[in-house]
């Protein structure tokens, strides 16, 4: 009766590894693929230079 009970144990602990194993690679890989798409639309999807505006009342005096 031993054995038995030791390979169900066995085997409901291979199957609990295997869906948590599936799981967490799962969350693993989509995190992944979310940093390097951001990274990409950081790099490729902006057309202008990040500035900040100028304050009020701020001229171009520079040329005085």
Not at 21 to 28: E, L, P, R, S
Not at 40 to 53: C, D, E, I, Q, S
């Amino acid at each position: 009766m031993w054995p038995l009970v030791l390979l169900w144990l066995a085997v409901h602990a291979f199957v609990l590894a295997l869906i948590l194993g599936i799981k967490f690679v799962t969350a693993k890989t989509l995190a992944l693929i979310f940093l390097a798409g951001t990274v990409v639309w950081f790099l490729l999807g902006r057309n202008k230079p990040l500035a900040l505006p100028a304050p009020p009342g701020a001229g171009n005096d520079a040329h005085v």
